[in-house]
């Protein structure tokens, strides 16, 4: 990769804008332009144009441009010069200037709308964005300056944009993507007669190519890159092309051709002094002179190059050159000089690859960031969509309700006016008729009176109601006594447990006992026997459906298997014994498959997961007070985030492991915790400290007699020592007597691990011996423990550790002179670099990558929970709400069914008084009539009649 990358020349994406005019003329315009905004703008412009061969004028240019801007209160002037100073950065590579030029240019443009300027602005973020690893970042300001440039229908910035995203797309390998977006930019730069962006865009293709190994079509693009930036007067974008072209011929091993290009290249670099550029120049010579064996030519390149790559600080291009050098001397018989010339290839490789790693992690950062961000805006959006819903809901029901609330009271208003009109003419009725009554009120009291006997006698009074509902009361409250009710149901030595096994019967005891022998020889660490006999319990627990005998057995073998470092397997036993767990809700049960699980995917480097499991546990064991168990649980999940370098997070767990150990008395457990805290001391290098809890752990170790453990603490402390010796800050004597006691603590552990057979720990320990002897000049035994170290961590494949002793044995040659033997070691330690850095680094990558995974799942469900109680606290107002109206709306409908029955009874009753008190005016008007009838009779009988009066009145009046 590094190879490739030295014939790479043209790495950026080029943010030109459309030369228009002439430098020439731009110049003579400006001699001739007065201090005002037009000559702003032919500052800027001449700027841009010069950007490309004399970035130093440019510079000038622009700082005037911007200036005069100011001076004038000439925004877009200043908008425009900020976008030139950001672009001009870039070339220069400070991205991180030149994104900060392009924010403020950004800020005017979008305060005065000038459009043009926001585009290049975010093209200007974009390119910066890309350069420092953030592409999803990157991709986002390119598409928002692509948006701008399409709306204002500015061709040129849209080619460009589009030849940007090309080159996100190119950064992450996806050429056939890069190259239709560059093919999309080139068909517009050529619609629009722009030489500066065809030729730009064919480089990038080109380069796509390149990178495909499709070498033909890459020299094809290149020429025609070239031959535009001729036409164009670009000088330094041409050099760069003539670089790449010379880098196609480099791999067609056409090295004179590939060296007339170079040099092509190395004259105009010279000219407008790009000492970048021109290093890349010189150690692509003298590498072609390398491979063409001009070994006094190559070297003249080479130490220019690599001199030069020094000033500049292209470490990549280093790396390539240091290696070219390395060649060079080993081809010419000079060993020291190889050894030399590979040992700085290694440390320049080594800081591009933790470039690379570092600018990968970050991609995986910020791309997780923009997730996760994404991820929250979206749900919180979709909290407030689902709020707005639900109260958009409950406002209709709001609505309704207080419409059909409304006609309710106005059906009230009317019923309860209507039964005043009638009130009130009933009224008026009755007093007129009041007076013709009054004789008849007692017989009416008198029949209300016989009303009120009759209703007694009908309805109970309210002494026996109250008595009733006391006895209501007293038997519902022995039928709630009754319904409650509590239902909970809960449910020797190898040669004995052999004996028993012979004697037993095919059924659960049986089954029972090879549980326990398999547990007594896990115990005695005799795994074969473990599986031999939890298979054996396993099959007869299977024959009879015993379900705790097939969950006890499967956990047995999944113990074998992580223990033999097979985890897929052990998962795949102990998800087979949780499953009966949770069928017979065996807590216990349940706790043991969570914390072995969690054990089995922390050492898969698979942490989220592990953590959860061990949380589970910490639960379950928490309910059941098992503070034995709540100890171990402490140190696992002390031991995850220890693991994650979470010191901080491993220290309080491991703390409080040591609090409850204390409490019980557990002296192994104290042990435990207290080497585990030492350890983490030992990572902060808090020496003082780690060495204060490894003696107290040692100490524990001994009272125990526990030799493995002794041993570790041993290791641990001399591995202090190691540290402190090492110290370059402390005292010359300081560092000595370190030293000693480093030696002496690894001599006293050596014997223990061999007695153990613990090969990993004796090869750790043999190393470190070999180290301190290499150290204090003893090059002999150094020799002889690291060969020691080597064979068993060969034997082990500790690829790790051996790497490291390859390289003290490179060095010790190298001491003593034997650089080809220290050249064979150190080319082993640099092909177990490679390969462990690939696995390190994909495993961290992979490691970061399900955390935050895990985060995202964790963010996502926590917002899909606040949604959901936003949710539901919407709904429950709205619930509360409807109680709160339905209960209006029957208290109303109930007042006014009281009010029209009321209404009605007292309209029936003043019905009944009228038509009862009309009755009665009939009957004394019928004995008042006859009263006067009778006295017309008598007046009749009486008196003469009026006829008989009429008659004597005329016959008097005649005479």
């Given at each position: 990769?590094?190879?490739?990358?030295?014939?790479?020349?043209?790495?950026?994406?080029?943010?030109?804008?459309?030369?228009?005019?002439?430098?020439?003329?731009?110049?003579?315009?400006?001699?001739?332009?007065?201090?005002?905004?037009?000559?702003?703008?032919?500052?800027?412009?001449?700027?841009?144009?010069?950007?490309?061969?004399?970035?130093?004028?440019?510079?000038?240019?622009?700082?005037?441009?911007?200036?005069?801007?100011?001076?004038?209160?000439?925004?877009?002037?200043?908008?425009?010069?900020?976008?030139?100073?950001?672009?001009?950065?870039?070339?220069?590579?400070?991205?991180?200037?030149?994104?900060?030029?392009?924010?403020?240019?950004?800020?005017?443009?979008?305060?005065?709308?000038?459009?043009?300027?926001?585009?290049?602005?975010?093209?200007?973020?974009?390119?910066?964005?890309?350069?420092?690893?953030?592409?999803?970042?990157?991709?986002?300001?390119?598409?928002?300056?692509?948006?701008?440039?399409?709306?204002?229908?500015?061709?040129?910035?849209?080619?460009?944009?589009?030849?940007?995203?090309?080159?996100?797309?190119?950064?992450?390998?996806?050429?056939?993507?890069?190259?239709?977006?560059?093919?999309?930019?080139?068909?517009?730069?050529?619609?629009?007669?722009?030489?500066?962006?065809?030729?730009?865009?064919?480089?990038?293709?080109?380069?796509?190519?390149?990178?495909?190994?499709?070498?033909?079509?890459?020299?094809?693009?290149?020429?025609?890159?070239?031959?535009?930036?001729?036409?164009?007067?670009?000088?330094?974008?041409?050099?760069?092309?003539?670089?790449?072209?010379?880098?196609?011929?480099?791999?067609?091993?056409?090295?004179?051709?590939?060296?007339?290009?170079?040099?092509?290249?190395?004259?105009?670099?010279?000219?407008?002094?790009?000492?970048?550029?021109?290093?890349?120049?010189?150690?692509?010579?003298?590498?072609?002179?390398?491979?063409?064996?001009?070994?006094?030519?190559?070297?003249?390149?080479?130490?220019?190059?690599?001199?030069?790559?020094?000033?500049?600080?292209?470490?990549?291009?280093?790396?390539?050159?240091?290696?070219?050098?390395?060649?060079?001397?080993?081809?010419?018989?000079?060993?020291?000089?190889?050894?030399?010339?590979?040992?700085?290839?290694?440390?320049?490789?080594?800081?591009?690859?933790?470039?690379?790693?570092?600018?990968?992690?970050?991609?995986?950062?910020?791309?997780?960031?923009?997730?996760?961000?994404?991820?929250?805006?979206?749900?919180?959006?979709?909290?407030?969509?689902?709020?707005?819903?639900?109260?958009?809901?409950?406002?209709?029901?709001?609505?309704?309700?207080?419409?059909?609330?409304?006609?309710?009271?106005?059906?009230?208003?009317?019923?309860?006016?209507?039964?005043?009109?009638?009130?009130?003419?009933?009224?008026?009725?009755?007093?007129?008729?009041?007076?013709?009554?009054?004789?008849?009120?007692?017989?009416?009291?008198?029949?209300?009176?016989?009303?009120?006997?009759?209703?007694?006698?009908?309805?109970?009074?309210?002494?026996?109601?109250?008595?009733?509902?006391?006895?209501?009361?007293?038997?519902?409250?022995?039928?709630?006594?009754?319904?409650?009710?509590?239902?909970?149901?809960?449910?020797?030595?190898?040669?004995?447990?052999?004996?028993?096994?012979?004697?037993?019967?095919?059924?659960?005891?049986?089954?029972?006992?090879?549980?326990?022998?398999?547990?007594?020889?896990?115990?005695?660490?005799?795994?074969?026997?473990?599986?031999?006999?939890?298979?054996?319990?396993?099959?007869?627990?299977?024959?009879?459906?015993?379900?705790?005998?097939?969950?006890?057995?499967?956990?047995?073998?999944?113990?074998?298997?992580?223990?033999?470092?097979?985890?897929?397997?052990?998962?795949?036993?102990?998800?087979?014994?949780?499953?009966?767990?949770?069928?017979?809700?065996?807590?216990?049960?349940?706790?043991?498959?969570?914390?072995?699980?969690?054990?089995?995917?922390?050492?898969?480097?698979?942490?989220?997961?592990?953590?959860?499991?061990?949380?589970?546990?910490?639960?379950?064991?928490?309910?059941?007070?098992?503070?034995?168990?709540?100890?171990?649980?402490?140190?696992?999940?002390?031991?995850?985030?220890?693991?994650?370098?979470?010191?901080?997070?491993?220290?309080?767990?491991?703390?409080?492991?040591?609090?409850?150990?204390?409490?019980?008395?557990?002296?192994?457990?104290?042990?435990?915790?207290?080497?585990?805290?030492?350890?983490?001391?030992?990572?902060?290098?808090?020496?003082?400290?780690?060495?204060?809890?490894?003696?107290?752990?040692?100490?524990?170790?001994?009272?125990?007699?526990?030799?493995?453990?002794?041993?570790?603490?041993?290791?641990?402390?001399?591995?202090?020592?190691?540290?402190?010796?090492?110290?370059?800050?402390?005292?010359?004597?300081?560092?000595?007597?370190?030293?000693?006691l480093s030696l002496d603590y690894f001599l006293r552990s050596l014997p223990l691990k061999e007695e153990q057979n613990d090969k990993g720990g004796i090869a750790i320990t043999l190393g470190g011996i070999g180290s301190l002897y290499l150290k204090t000049g003893k090059y002999k035994e150094a020799e002889e423990y690291l060969k020691r170290a080597i064979d068993i961590d060969t034997g082990i494949g500790a690829l790790d550790y051996l790497r490291q002793y390859e390289l003290l044995l490179a060095q010790l040659y190298e001491i003593t002179g034997r650089h080809k033997l220290a050249l064979e070691?150190?080319?082993?330690?640099?092909?177990?670099?490679?390969?462990?850095?690939?696995?390190?680094?994909?495993?961290?990558?992979?490691?970061?990558?399900?955390?935050?995974?895990?985060?995202?799942?964790?963010?996502?469900?926590?917002?899909?929970?606040?949604?959901?109680?936003?949710?539901?606290?919407?709904?429950?107002?709205?619930?509360?709400?409807?109680?709160?109206?339905?209960?209006?709306?029957?208290?109303?409908?109930?007042?006014?069914?009281?009010?029209?029955?009321?209404?009605?009874?007292?309209?029936?009753?003043?019905?009944?008084?009228?038509?009862?008190?009309?009755?009665?005016?009939?009957?004394?008007?019928?004995?008042?009539?006859?009263?006067?009838?009778?006295?017309?009779?008598?007046?009749s009988s009486l008196m003469p009649r009026e006829k008989y009066i009429d008659k004597h009145l005329r016959r008097l009046k005649n005479e």
């Open positions: 990769m590094i190879r490739k990358v030295a014939y790479l020349f043209f790495v950026f994406p080029f943010f030109l804008f459309c030369q228009t005019r002439k430098i020439d003329s731009l110049k003579q315009l400006l001699q001739k332009t007065p201090v005002d905004t037009h000559r702003v703008t032919l500052l800027n412009l001449l700027g841009k144009d010069l950007s490309g061969n004399d970035p130093d004028t440019a510079r000038t240019l622009t700082l005037e441009a911007m200036l005069l801007s100011q001076n004038l209160k000439y925004e877009k002037g200043v908008c425009d010069a900020y976008n030139l100073q950001s672009w001009l950065h870039t070339l220069n590579g400070d991205f991180y200037t030149a994104k900060a030029d392009a924010e403020e240019a950004l800020l005017i443009a979008k305060k005065i709308n000038y459009r043009f300027g926001e585009s290049v602005a975010l093209g200007n973020m974009g390119i910066a964005y890309k350069e420092q690893g953030d592409f999803p970042k990157a991709l986002e300001a390119y598409l928002s300056a692509l948006r701008i440039a399409e709306d204002m229908g500015n061709k040129a910035g849209i080619s460009r944009h589009l030849g940007n995203i090309g080159a996100i797309y190119r950064n992450q390998a996806n050429f056939e993507k890069a190259i239709e977006y560059y093919k999309r930019a080139l068909k517009i730069a050529v619609e629009i007669g722009s030489i500066p962006s065809q030729a730009n865009q064919m480089n990038n293709i080109g380069t796509a190519y390149f990178e495909m190994d499709d070498y033909p079509r890459a020299l094809e693009y290149y020429l025609k890159a070239l031959e535009m930036f001729q036409l164009a007067g670009n000088k330094r974008n041409a050099a760069i092309s003539m670089g790449n072209i010379g880098g196609v011929y480099d791999h067609l091993h056409d090295y004179k051709k590939a060296l007339e290009y170079y040099f092509s290249s190395l004259r105009i670099t010279e000219e407008v002094k790009d000492e970048s550029t021109t290093a890349v120049c010189l150690g692509s010579i003298g590498r072609a002179y390398v491979l063409m064996k001009e070994y006094k030519k190559a070297e003249e390149y080479l130490q220019s190059a690599i001199a030069l790559c020094d000033k500049t600080g292209k470490i990549d291009f280093l790396a390539e050159y240091e290696r070219s050098y390395y060649l060079l001397d080993s081809a010419r018989g000079d060993r020291k000089g190889a050894f030399g010339h590979y040992k700085n290839y290694i440390a320049a490789l080594d800081s591009v690859s933790n470039e690379e790693n570092t600018k990968k992690q970050t991609q995986v950062e910020m791309q997780y960031e923009f997730d996760k961000k994404e991820s929250i805006a979206r749900a919180e959006q979709e909290q407030k969509d689902a709020v707005a819903a639900a109260e958009s809901r409950r406002q209709r029901i709001i609505l309704f309700a207080i419409s059909g609330f409304g006609l309710l009271v106005l059906g009230f208003a009317f019923f309860a006016y209507r039964s005043f009109l009638q009130k009130k003419k009933a009224n008026e009725e009755i007093t007129k008729q009041k007076h013709l009554i009054e004789e008849k009120q007692k017989e009416i009291l008198d029949s209300i009176y016989y009303a009120r006997r009759i209703q007694s006698s009908l309805m109970p009074n309210e002494k026996y109601v109250g008595k009733t509902i006391t006895r209501l009361k007293g038997l519902l409250c022995l039928f709630l006594v009754l319904f409650g009710f509590f239902v909970q149901a809960q449910q020797s030595e190898t040669d004995s447990l052999l004996a028993l096994i012979k004697k037993d019967k095919e059924d659960t005891n049986k089954a029972n006992h090879l549980h326990e022998l398999a547990r007594a020889f896990e115990a005695a660490g005799d795994l074969e026997k473990v599986l031999t006999y939890a298979e054996e319990a396993n099959a007869l627990a299977v024959k009879l459906n015993f379900k705790r005998g097939i969950a006890n057995a499967n956990n047995s073998i999944g113990n074998v298997y992580r223990l033999t470092s097979e985890y897929p397997k052990a998962l795949d036993h102990y998800l087979k014994a949780l499953k009966i767990d949770e069928e017979l809700n065996d807590k216990n049960g349940i706790r043991k498959r969570f914390n072995n699980m969690g054990i089995v995917y922390r050492n898969q480097g698979d942490y989220p997961r592990a953590l959860d499991y061990s949380l589970k546990a910490l639960k379950i064991n928490e309910e059941m007070n098992d503070k034995s168990s709540i100890t171990k649980c402490y140190s696992n999940i002390g031991i995850i985030y220890h693991q994650q370098d979470d010191f901080a997070k491993a220290l309080v767990y491991y703390l409080k492991g040591l609090k409850i150990a204390e409490e019980l008395g557990n002296k192994s457990s104290i042990a435990a915790a207290v080497g585990n805290i030492g350890s983490v001391y030992y990572n902060q290098q808090d020496y003082p400290r780690a060495l204060e809890y490894y003696s107290k752990a040692l100490k524990l170790g001994e009272e125990l007699g526990d030799k493995k453990r002794i041993s570790i603490q041993l290791s641990n402390i001399a591995s202090v020592y190691y540290d402190l010796g090492n110290d370059s800050t402390a005292a010359s004597a300081e560092r000595d007597r370190a030293l000693k070691h150190c080319k082993i330690a640099m092909a177990l670099k490679d390969t462990l850095f690939n696995q390190e680094k994909d495993k961290e990558l992979t490691r970061k990558e399900m955390n935050y995974e895990f985060e995202k799942k964790e963010v996502a469900a926590q917002a899909e929970q606040d949604k959901k109680d936003a949710v539901m606290q919407a709904e429950a107002r709205k619930q509360r709400f409807i109680l709160i109206l339905v209960s209006c709306v029957l208290s109303l409908v109930a007042l006014t069914a009281f009010v029209i029955f009321r209404s009605l009874r007292v309209t029936r009753r003043q019905k009944h008084v009228i038509e009862h008190q009309k009755e009665l005016v009939e009957e004394k008007q019928k004995e008042i009539l006859d009263s006067i009838y009778y006295a017309r009779r008598i007046q």
